[in-house]
């Protein structure tokens, strides 16, 4: 029994070694992106993320909870457009986003809050390709405790299905705009 005991003990310090020591050797941020080649020229794709106007008409998380309320506020586009949501869904929760950077035409960078559950930027970035966009959308969080650090391995897995099903909306809206003028 003591002998059962004892490796109970060392296999219990040895998965707190690894948790912690594993933990500290993991990256402090946690980065995505997905890209799509959308056949519309970049100032019509631009017009689409510059604000949150028409985000619903292309967001891949409205579809979670239909009667969360959305607010907007400052411009209606550009720096300081910024856009808050409420839900009692549990999944979709609180939280606002704000435009931080603006390259018309080319470059849109966001302040997210989740509230509790933390901060992080989104990203935009379009390139003319011919008479396309090369579009980009990225994802950038800071992973302060070892917590976090653990739970960045799972983001890929959380958000990257979510901006492939946003790219593809934004992809097939920019276009029916792009052919019907």
Not at 101 to 124: I, T
Not at 126 to 148: C, I, N, R, V, Y
Request: glycine fraction near 10%; hydrophobic fraction near 45%.
């Amino acid at each position: 029994m003591k002998k059962l005991l004892k490796a109970i003990v060392w296999v219990l310090a040895a998965l707190v070694v690894i948790f912690v020591g594993g933990g500290y050797l993991l990256p402090n941020e946690v980065t995505l992106q997905r890209q799509t080649v959308i056949n519309a020229p970049p100032n019509k794709v631009f017009a689409l993320v510059d604000g949150y106007k028409r985000f619903n008409e292309w967001s891949p998380w409205v579809e979670l909870d239909p009667k969360a309320v959305y607010t907007f506020e400052g411009p209606e586009s550009g720096i300081g457009a910024k856009m808050n949501w409420a839900s009692n869904d549990p999944g979709v929760g609180a939280g606002s986003q704000v435009i931080r950077e603006h390259v018309p035409n080319s470059h849109v960078a966001v302040d997210l809050d989740f509230g509790e559950m933390g901060k992080s930027q989104a990203y935009w970035d379009l390139m003319p390709e011919g008479s396309s966009t090369s579009a980009t959308w990225g994802f950038k969080m800071k992973l302060d405790g070892l917590m976090d650090r653990w739970f960045g391995l799972l983001m890929e897995r959380f958000i990257g299905p979510d901006y492939e099903k946003g790219l593809a909306k934004l992809k097939a809206l920019a276009e029916k705009e792009a052919v019907s003028g």
